[in-house]
């Protein structure tokens, strides 16, 4: 059995190859392009460049038996609601034609790496869960609601294992140096480099933070579960900080100010989302 990784060369890609590559795990990596500094350090990883949008370039590493590891998004997600033919065009609709692609091979399982910090919307709620109604308020939180629900559709129609995990803001690990994804790599990005921080939120802003270490784990026990799933997971610390308590912890460690560079929103943003991740627990007991 091979586990297949479609974004291998993103955030969380980077930080489960490592954790693979320890385990001795025959993975297969695939991407639009690899930072060879970093992979060098994993000579082991059969990578493969690929254009996501052309399932014929991807179509013959999937086979019976593989667990898939869903990662991908083309483009920056704030940014998607500037453009939200291109966020159709470039993520939903080849997430569909993969869904079906493992469904007609037969495929263990599906693990797809969706959002709880937007498919949820605004909430009331102090802790959200699983239950809670879906209602995105911008692009991206949108096409990740409408990926899920067309792997569940996919997954009735021919019975296709599949394990959706709504991830809440991870940190720490392998950052991309070139791309610093979430809150902390950001900001500790602009005080090593005295760059301006663009805060295009209120500072009162309250998200859910989690070690990438966390959510590496739950990929790690979804490849190995042996019992069918087919089921919605918040993966989540099930706390709260607020940006402002954020950019105090980076200052404190740095021992220095961020400069803050106030900039208009371009993108409807949720205010507060703390994610309740006992369902996932319930499920992986050793799960933090």
Known sequence: MSVIIFGANGYLGRNLIHKLSIQERDVIALSRS?????????????????D????HTYADF??????????????????????K?????????PSVELAELCAAKSIKRLVYASSGGTV???????????????DPVNSYGITKLATEKYIRAISRENK????????????????????????????????????PFELRVPMETTRDYIPIEDVVQVFINMIDHKQPVFDTFNVSSGQGLS??????????????????????????????????????????????
């Open 34 to 50: 690899f930072d060879e500094d970093f992979f060098l350090n994993y000579p082991e990883i059969t990578r493969h460049s690929i």
């Open 52 to 55: 996501f949008r052309d399932q």
């Open 62 to 83: 999937v086979q019976e038996g593989d667990v898939i590891i869903h990662l991908i998004y083309m483009g920056i997600p704030f940014q998607a609601n500037l453009d």
């Open 85 to 93: 033919k291109s966020d159709i065009l470039n993520n939903l609709i």
């Open 120 to 134: 949820y919307g605004d909430s009331e709620e102090k802790l959200i869960n699983e239950d809670h109604p879906c």
């Open 160 to 195: 296709m294992d599949y394990a959706i995990l709504r991830i809440s803001n991870p940190y720490g690990g392998f950052p991309n140096p070139q791309s610093p994804v979430g809150l902390f790599a950001k900001i500790e990005q602009c005080l090593v480099n005295d760059m």
């Open 243 to 288: 940006i402002h308590e954020v950019i105090e912890m980076m200052e404190e460690k740095h021992c220095k100010k961020v400069i803050i560079n106030e900039v208009s929103p371009n993108n409807p943003e949720v205010r507060c989302n703390i994610l309740d991740n006992s369902k996932l627990k319930s499920l992986f007991p050793k799960v933090n």
